[in-house]
């Protein structure tokens, strides 16, 4: 239950069914967990149709909680961006992952993993 006087942006971002185009920034936050990407995915705006996320240097981010997002993409997306660059726990099963749920409208991706190490040939591939 929240407080009264609290905003859950999960809960703000998946009313905004307007929003056509959302870029979102967690860079660096050591402290973003698969929990919190799993929180924004089941919160993302419905009719998106360009997402760019960065989890660049979220080393507590794996291959679960890329699942999950890839699971939770609107499926009216064109464009996507995501960035895992550091993301040491970030691999193979996590670019599967998107490989498998990647939208039909889908015509742009752009991926960034540079140092991800546990991302092999399997992977992009």
Partial sequence: AESPGTLSLPRLLASDE???????????????????????????PPNLCDLSLNFAGCLHVTNEGVAILA???????????????????????ALAAISRCMPPQLVELRLHCVNCHAVGEQGVV
């Avoid at 870029?23 to 402290?31: C, H, K, P, R």
Wanted: aromatic content about 4%; proline content about 2%; hydrophobic content about 40%.
């Fill in 18 to 44: 307007g929003r056509r185009s959302l870029n979102m920034s967690l860079a660096n936050f050591v402290q973003v967990t698969d929990v919190d990407v799993a929180t924004l995915a089941e919160g993302l």
């Fill in 71 to 93: 699971n939770n993409l609107p499926s009216n997306l064109r464009v996507l961006e995501l960035t895992f660059t550091g993301c040491k726990q970030v691999g193979d099963e």
